[in-house]
């Protein structure tokens, strides 16, 4: 009964550069088993000398970790997936030593990647078995922060997600108080906090959502005396605050200190989302130099 083994970049050089190995096996043991009786090279990164797995070696099958399910004993049956996750035990970082270099692959001249606790893998192992996030996105995401101009309704669900996700750092900025008006759709809120500052019921959401989150709040409206301080010292800025004279200042902060500027806006059903980097392409302004009616976001200066 054939079963998939998904093979993880930095171990590709010790399974002739191959991503995915067929295997017959009955459980998840049986097939690492064989895959490294093949590829012996590989055993002694997965395994320890007591022949168990390494505690910084994570098997799934499909989307399960066997530690959860009969360790090297759980079945696996014709069409399963088994995947291998590497991640880094205590902080050392095993996996950058066997992979010869740096595994989380920042380019050139980039800071390394901050490791993932294994209270972090566990956490985000839906993440981690996704090839198109993997370890290596998930500590790009760790290493990543985005300041949040705004945690109302654009705000509060992006924030919780954001933090969910596993971003790093999150800067807030707001000056508002939470008012019973707000609670229909400024999720970071609960009624509890109707009368608090925005931020300190945002602060609070989040670190219950993820305490891995860094959280920085700017109790403050964002103007332009203080937003070129504020934006560079995050990766992306993130405009919440639906209204014109911000999503202005906030383009034009953005092109200056060269920050992708994210974008949202609703009306009743209808919205907009985009991404405007000077860098790399057009910025707001190239769009619409100067505010015009009939655009969403027009007829609500302050509220969002
Ligand atoms: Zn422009």
């Given at each position: 009964m054939p079963v998939t083994i998904t093979i993880p970049t930095p171990l590709r050089q010790f399974a002739d550069g191959q991503s995915e190995i067929q295997i017959d096996a009955r459980t998840a043991g049986e097939a690492l088993d064989k895959l490294t009786s093949t590829h012996s090279e590989l055993r002694r990164h997965l395994f320890n000398d007591q022949n168990a797995l390494r505690n910084?070696?994570?098997?799934?099958?499909?989307?399960?970790?066997?530690?959860?399910?009969?360790g090297p004993d759980t079945p696996v049956k014709e069409g399963d997936t088994i995947l291998i996750v590497p991640s880094i035990a205590g902080g050392a970082a095993v996996l950058d030593e066997i992979a010869g270099k740096?595994?989380?692959g920042p380019e050139a001249g980039m800071p390394a990647l901050p490791m993932l606790s294994n209270e972090e893998v566990a956490r985000y192992s839906r993440h981690l078995i996704m090839p198109e996030v993997g370890m290596t996105g998930q500590r790009k995401l760790k290493a990543a922060s985005v300041l949040m101009i705004g945690t109302g309704?654009?705000?509060?669900?992006?924030?919780?997600?954001?933090?969910?996700?596993?971003v790093g750092r999150l800067g807030l900025v707001d000056f508002?108080?939470?008012?019973?008006?707000?609670?229909?759709?400024?999720i970071f809120h609960g009624t509890k906090d109707v009368g608090?500052?925005?931020i300190a019921s945002a602060r609070d959401r989040i670190e219950d959502i993820n305490p891995h989150v860094?959280?920085?709040?700017h109790d403050t409206k964002l103007t332009s005396a203080n937003a070129l301080n504020l934006f560079v010292n995050y990766d992306v800025i993130v405009d919440g605050t639906d209204n014109f004279p911000t999503r202005y200042l906030v383009n034009d902060a953005c092109v200056l200190t060269g920050k992708p500027n994210v974008y949202g806006s609703i009306f009743r059903f209808e919205g907009q989302a985009s991404v405007f980097w000077a860098e790399r392409g057009p910025c707001y302004r190239c769009l619409y130099p100067e505010p015009?009616?009939?655009l969403p976001g027009v007829r609500r200066q302050s509220d969002n």
């Open positions: 910084f070696v994570n098997v799934y099958v499909n989307d399960e970790d066997i530690r959860h399910a009969n740096d595994a989380g309704g654009l705000g509060a669900p992006l924030g919780m997600y954001l933090a969910a996700a596993g508002d108080v939470v008012d019973a008006s707000n609670l229909q759709r400024q608090r500052p925005k860094e959280i920085e709040t015009e009616s009939g």
